[in-house]
């Protein structure tokens, strides 16, 4: 099944607000573990402020992706 994600996040350099927008196919996954996936790439490649919102086909699951973030920054 492929799903398409959007990420918008505040840059930490400018402050500005960025979109970056994929499909993926999930191979044996949810969908919230291959937007947290791509959320962490995101995280190493950018210089990233905040996550804004995180869609997956058009629903919002923002809350899904920055409570595991919270909790794996935890462990």
Known sequence: ?????????????????ILQRGS??????????????????VQREMHVDSLEQVLCDGKDITQQIEYIDIKNRRQ
Not at 5 to 17: N, V
Not at 24 to 41: I, N, R, S
């Open 24 to 41: 993926f196919t999930l191979k044996g996954k949810q969908p919230w573990e291959v937007a947290y996936d791509w959320w962490t790439k």
């Open 1 to 17: 099944m492929i799903v398409t994600l959007q990420i918008i996040y505040r840059s930490g350099a400018s402050g500005s607000k």
